[in-house]
C-alpha cells in the first residue's frame, strides 16, 4: 500500500514557493518525484509502467528525478534484504527481475566487469540536466540500457562519455545534446552538488529503497510509493489524490507508441498495449520486416 506522507513536506534547500504550498510548479494535477539510480534494476522493471503512466496522463502529471545513491562502493553498499554484499550476489537478482516482469537483463557484468559505484552515473544524469529535463530524460533512459542490456560499466567515465555521443546522435532536431557542454558539467562542482541534495532529500524522507516515487497532489496531499509496483497501483495513486483525473489517451499501435519513445523494449509496449509479450514480438518483428522500425538487441526504434 502506498504511504501517506505528511502535507508540508519540504526537502532540503528547496526554494520554490509552489512547492512549500504543495502545489506542482507547472499546474499539472499531479507532480512526481522519482528516486532512483541507473544502477537500479527494480527501476528497470518499472519502466514499462512508468513509461506508460506519462503516455496515457500525459500533461496532467509532471515530475522529475532524484537521484538516490544506491552503490557508494562495495565496502560500504549491504543489502540484507536480498542477501547482497559483493558484486557477485547482484546477478541473481538480475535474473529474478527477468524471469518476474521480463524486462531484458544480462546480469553478466556482474561477472565481468562489476562497476564499482553507482555515483558516476548519478553525477552524470545531473551533469547532463543541466542541459534541460529532456537531455536528463534521455540519457538517464541510455544509461539503463547500457549497462542493464549492454553490460556496459556506467562507472567508468569513458562509458559516461560515450553514452552522451550517443544521446546527442539520437535526439531529433528539436532537441540538442552537446557533448562538450556534458563533459565540462561532468567534472563541474555544481553537478556534484545536485547529486548531493538529491541524496539529501531522498533521506529527509526516509527513503532507503529504490525506485521509490512520491506523488504530490493540488491539494498537498502526497503519497509515496516504494518498489516495483504493477501498473494499477500507480493509477490509483493518482485516483486518490485527485479523482477526476483520467486518462487522456492509450496506446493501440505497435510502431507508434515504439515512435512515441523512440527507443523501447518488447515488454514495455506489452505493457501499453495489454498485450501478451509473443504477440507483441510478432508485431514488432512484421514492423521491422516491413521498413517501419529497426531492432538493436532487445531494443526496437523508429525509423
Known amino acids: 500500500m502506498p504511504t501517506q506522507l505528511p502535507i508540508t513536506v519540504q526537502p532540503p534547500n528547496q526554494s520554490s514557493s509552489l512547492l512549500e504550498e504543495g502545489l506542482p510548479p507547472d499546474r499539472s494535477q499531479v507532480q512526481i518525484t522519482y528516486y532512483t539510480d541507473p544502477l537500479c534494476s527494480w527501476s528497470w522493471g518499472l519502466e514499462p509502467q512508468w513509461?506508460?503512466?506519462?503516455?496515457e496522463f500525459g500533461s496532467q502529471i509532471s515530475w522529475r528525478y532524484a537521484m538516490g545513491g544506491?552503490?557508494?562502493d562495495w565496502q560500504r553498499f549491504s543489502?540484507?534484504?536480498?542477501?547482497?554484499?559483493?558484486?557477485?550476489?547482484m546477478a541473481p537478482q538480475w535474473i529474478q527481475i527477468r524471469q518476474l516482469v521480463g524486462m531484458p537483463t544480462d546480469e553478466s557484468i556482474w561477472r565481468e566487469d562489476p562497476p564499482a559505484s553507482s555515483y558516476p552515473a548519478c553525477i552524470a544524469v545531473k551533469a547532463?540536466?543541466?542541459q534541460g529535463s529532456t537531455a536528463a530524460e534521455v540519457y538517464l533512459r541510455r544509461l539503463r540500457e547500457a549497462v542493464m542490456v549492454e553490460c556496459?560499466?556506467?562507472a567508468r567515465r569513458e562509458v559516461l562519455l560515450e553514452v552522451a555521443a550517443e544521446v546527442a546522435a539520437d535526439l531529433s532536431s528539436r532537441h540538442t545534446f552537446d557533448v562538450q557542454q556534458f563533459q565540462y558539467d561532468l567534472d563541474h562542482p555544481a553537478s556534484l552538488e545536485a547529486f548531493r541534495e538529491d541524496v539529501k532529500e531522498?533521506?529527509?524522507?526516509?527513503?532507503?529503497r529504490f525506485p521509490a516515487l512520491v506523488f504530490r497532489g493540488v491539494t498537498g496531499k502526497a503519497l509515496l510509493i516504494v518498489g516495483y509496483r504493477p501498473y494499477p497501483v500507480l493509477v490509483d495513486a493518482i485516483a486518490s489524490l485527485t479523482p477526476n483525473t483520467r486518462p487522456l489517451?492509450?496506446?493501440?499501435d505497435v510502431v507508434s507508441y515504439v515512435r512515441h519513445w523512440d527507443r523501447i523494449t518488447a515488454t514495455e509496449v506489452a505493457v501499453a498495449l495489454n498485450l501478451p509479450l509473443e504477440e507483441t514480438q510478432h508485431r514488432l518483428a512484421a514492423a521491422v520486416s516491413?521498413?517501419?522500425l529497426r531492432q538493436i538487441g532487445s531494443i526496437y526504434q523508429g525509423q
Open 51 to 55: 513509461r506508460r503512466l506519462r503516455y
Open 70 to 72: 544506491l552503490l557508494p
Open 79 to 89: 543489502d540484507p534484504v536480498n542477501d547482497i554484499h559483493r558484486p557477485g550476489q
Open 128 to 130: 547532463a540536466e543541466r
Open 152 to 154: 556496459r560499466n556506467v
Open 202 to 208: 531522498g533521506r529527509y524522507l526516509g527513503i532507503s
Open 249 to 252: 489517451q492509450e496506446a493501440t
Open 290 to 292: 516491413d521498413g517501419s
